[in-house]
């Protein structure tokens, strides 16, 4: 079955404390991309991938780093969580930009 | 600032009329898209209009776009109770300009259909 997986689905964390949430996509999509949702604030793009080894900001970058070391996987790391980042996050793919995002379940997230 | 505003932030209506939600952009765009979350769910994909496309149907969903405005408009028709969601647009920019590669979702419509 396409799908994009992302994992955990649930985090409850305190800050500073280190953690990555990964995404994993099987449909061989070369975009991969991160949102995070806020009540009345939409989805917001934290990072993107354009292809392996391409990685780009989007709106809201700060306290967040992405890797893309495999077309398959775009995971998510929070280097110091801050209560600020608590948040519902999504992870897409796409087989390119201009084309329909495939979405995750989400990850919702909770920083103490 | 978000790239896609939508209008209205909340609809109601009864089962069995149309809905209508609007999207404005502020730059040029490749394409625009719209897509449905059920309460706090993963978004799914509905429906994706090109920049030299002016409407666009699925189903009981129409699309259209509007360049010149910078606007698109999401009609459901005879809408029922399991329509109730949230939709947003989301734009696709231009190749070549300094946002490519981003993708900018609106705030939202929440739209709920009583039965």
Not at chain 1, 2 to 14: G, K
Not at chain 1, 53 to 58: P, Q
Not at chain 2, 27 to 49: A, D, F, K, M
Request: aromatic content about 8%; hydrophobic content about 30%; proline content about 4%.
């Amino acid at each position: 079955e396409a799908q994009v997986t992302q994992n955990p689905r649930y985090l409850i964390t305190v800050t500073g404390k280190k953690l990555t949430v990964t995404c994993s996509q099987n449909m061989n999509h070369e975009y991969m991309s991160w949102y995070r949702q806020d009540p009345g604030l939409g989805l917001r793009q934290i990072y993107y991938s354009m292809n392996v080894e391409v990685t780009d900001k989007g709106d809201v970058p700060e306290g967040y780093k992405v890797s893309r070391k495999e077309k398959r996987n775009f995971p998510l790391i929070l280097e110091s969580p801050s209560p600020n980042q608590t948040s519902l996050y999504f992870c897409a793919s796409s087989s390119i930009l201009a084309d329909e995002q495939f979405f995750g379940p989400g990850t919702r997230l909770t920083v103490l | 600032s978000q790239q896609g505003e939508e209008d209205p932030q909340a609809l109601s209506i009864q089962e069995g009329e149309n809905a209508t939600m609007n999207c404005s952009y502020k730059t040029s765009i490749n394409n625009l898209q719209w897509y449905r979350q059920n309460s706090g769910r993963g978004l799914v994909h509905l429906i994706l209009i090109r920049s030299n496309e002016r409407e666009k149907h699925s189903g009981r969903l129409r699309v259209t776009l509007d360049t010149s405005k910078k606007s698109s408009s999401l009609l459901i028709t005879a809408s029922r109770a399991a329509d109730t969601a949230s939709y947003f647009c989301a734009t696709v920019p231009t190749a070549g300009g300094t946002s490519y590669g981003k993708l900018t979702f609106g705030q939202g419509t929440i739209l709920t259909v009583h039965p």
